[in-house]
Structures are given as structure tokens and as C-alpha cells.
């Protein structure tokens, strides 16, 4: 009996490690951006303050691994206020009508030791479409107040088009508006706890 406890005790954190855990988004400490040429010659760049999101992680088999996240479109910031509400009106976002965007993974692979594949549905003004994200990831750290704490870094590029936000003006230099958009996702998530059963 006593060689099963110690080799229980030895193998805890390796099973510790290995069980499945939940990261909750923190969006106090992350930022979720796009960028989008200009005129051809320029980028223009803007954010999203109000989003939320889980992450499911299972590193002893990450086929078993998730993300998820909701992105509130009327929160989207180029520090322009005439230009945001162009983003907000019908002729890109339609905010009144499709006031989310939603991401759902469909696949998660590692593809280094630090690095992940994360493929999924991405729902934009009432379009869904595959999008694969490249993800880099941190080893988990102690927070300031005793909670677990990871980073997420991630990376697509779309095309608006194929989401229906086709709205542009040509001029001598070219489309106003660029077709493809890049996305970067800095992400600090919390470790959730296990909830303790009631008595």
C-alpha cells in the first residue's frame, strides 16, 4: 500500500499536467486587432474592446482541445469616430443586424513545441467560413494573486469579400479599402478552477 501511494505521489503532477484544463480569455491584459491597406500605400489598424472566450486545453491529446470566443462589433475602435461608425453601418459590419462575430475551432494540432494549428468556423454579418490560426503559446505562470496565467498569440488574414463586407471606392491610387484583412489576437487567458461539489 505504501509503494502505491508513493508512486501516486510521484506520478501526480504528470497527471496533473495531463488532464484536460480551461483558460477564460482576460481582456484586461490582451487585445484582439486587424489591419487593412489603405489607398494601397498604408495600413490602416483597429481593435475590438469587448470580446469573451474559452480556451480547452488538452495537451496529452490536443484533438480533444477547443477554443471559442465572441467578439461585440459595436465595440470595434480605429480612433476615428466618423470612420468606426462606417465600419458599424450596413455597408461593412451591419452592427444593428449582426451585432457578434463568433470563432469555434474545429481542430486543434500541435505543429511545434510552442506552437498550434488552430482551425474553426469564423461567423462575420452572417457569413461563416473556415479560417485556420497559427498560435504560439507560453508556458503557464503564477499571477499576483495565486492564479494560473498562459499567453495565446494568433494569426490569420481574410478576405472581407468573402464575408460580404464589399463595400469600396476606386481611386487613381487604387481600391480605398484593401481585400484582405490581417488578424492578430494577443491573448492572456486565467486557468479556471474545478468547481467543488456542493454539500
Request: avoid cysteine.
Amino acid at each position: 500500500m505504501k509503494k502505491l501511494l508513493a508512486s501516486l505521489a510521484i506520478l501526480a503532477p504528470a497527471l496533473a499536467l495531463a488532464a484536460p484544463t480551461t483558460w477564460a480569455i482576460d481582456p484586461t491584459h490582451s487585445q484582439v486587432g486587424f489591419a487593412v491597406k489603405h489607398l494601397v500605400i498604408s495600413n490602416v489598424r483597429g481593435e475590438f474592446s469587448r470580446y469573451s472566450g474559452k480556451v480547452l486545453l488538452d495537451e496529452a491529446d490536443l484533438s480533444r482541445s477547443s477554443v471559442e470566443a465572441t467578439i461585440d462589433v459595436n465595440s470595434v475602435s480605429t480612433k476615428v469616430a466618423d470612420r468606426d461608425a462606417h465600419l458599424k453601418s450596413p455597408d461593412f459590419f451591419d452592427a444593428a443586424k449582426y451585432p457578434q462575430m463568433t470563432f469555434r475551432s474545429t481542430q486543434v494540432r500541435r505543429t511545434g513545441p510552442h506552437t498550434l494549428e488552430v482551425t474553426g468556423n469564423l461567423t462575420l454579418h452572417g457569413v461563416t467560413r473556415p479560417v485556420v490560426l497559427a498560435v504560439e503559446t507560453t508556458p503557464a505562470v503564477k499571477g499576483m494573486f495565486g492564479e494560473t496565467r498562459r499567453g495565446f498569440a494568433a494569426t490569420t488574414r481574410i478576405n472581407r469579400k468573402d464575408f460580404g463586407l464589399a463595400w469600396n471606392k476606386v481611386v487613381e491610387a487604387g481600391p480605398a479599402v484593401g481585400d484582405e484583412v490581417a488578424i492578430s489576437l494577443d491573448l492572456e487567458a486565467v486557468k479556471e478552477q474545478p468547481k467543488t461539489a456542493q454539500r
